[in-house]
């Protein structure tokens, strides 16, 4: 059985950097073909992908965010941690990790990583305040 | 970035109606597109993959088809546990993944 916990601040304070972890079991990061990503939710918005860590090491920032992101996993402990810096009130969000299943994909320069989310955390709030 | 654009973004339907919402993506993307569920308070579940591939125990009157830039997601027969708010994604990870702005569908 494949579950995934998110964990953090509900609170923090704008300009702080904020701290996830998610926590999961029932699969490995180091395996082939796997990646675990970030997700959030502004309250009765879309859904928006923040970032990706994939078995390799190789890691995927969305673009917009880039600058602010970081995502590490450790594969001993089955954790996988993302940090976004300078918080601000418009980060209020529910933040969801997600494993992702991945197909490679021969490209043009490459080869191409296509993922999509198979198993989802409940998520977790996070109020930015300022 | 691929943006994905979801029609309707509201939809009143019966129990047993037939269903169907439209993703379409601003460049063609081929066939990696994605589609999920979500409910009030509750995370995404995944319904289907790569356009058509239904995900594991995901009940048969959900399909999804299209390639390009035009996809659709159908739910044949409409139940009660359907209501909920649909988004589709493309899969490609560079420059960025991409969610739609999602379809709620709603009891008439």
């Known amino acids: 059985q494949i579950t995934l916990k998110e964990s953090g601040p509900t609170l923090v304070k704008a300009t702080q950097t904020l701290t996830l972890t998610c926590t999961f079991s029932?699969?490995?990061?180091?395996?082939?073909?796997?990646?675990v990503g970030w997700i959030r939710q502004p309250p009765g918005k879309a859904l928006e992908w923040l970032a990706l860590v994939y078995w390799d090491d190789d890691k995927r920032y969305s673009p917009s965010l880039k600058s602010r992101l970081t995502i590490t996993k450790d594969t001993s402990k089955n954790q996988v941690v993302l940090t976004m810096t300078n918080m601000d009130p418009v980060d209020t969000a529910t933040y969801y990790c997600a494993r992702s299943g991945v197909t490679i994909v021969q490209g043009v320069v490459g080869p191409e990583k296509y993922n999509w989310f198979d198993h989802w955390g409940q998520g977790t709030l996070v109020i930015a305040s300022s | 970035d691929i943006q994905l654009t979801q029609s309707p973004s509201f939809l009143s339907a019966s129990v047993g109606d037939r269903v169907t919402i439209t993703c379409r993506a601003s460049?063609?993307?081929?066939?990696?597109l994605a589609w999920y569920q979500q409910k009030p308070g509750k995370a995404p579940e995944l319904l289907i993959y790569?356009?058509?591939t239904l995900q594991s125990g995901v009940p048969s009157r959900f399909s999804g088809s299209g390639s390009g830039t035009e996809f659709t997601l159908t739910i044949s027969g409409l139940q009660p546990e359907d209501f909920a708010t649909y988004y589709c994604?493309?899969?490609?990870?560079?420059?960025?993944?991409?969610f739609g702005g999602g379809t709620k569908v709603e009891i008439k």
């Open positions: 994604q493309q899969l490609n990870s560079y420059p960025a993944l991409t």
């Open positions: 029932g699969f490995s990061v180091s395996t082939s073909g796997v990646g």
């Open positions: 460049q063609g993307i081929s066939n990696y």
């Open positions: 790569t356009a058509s």
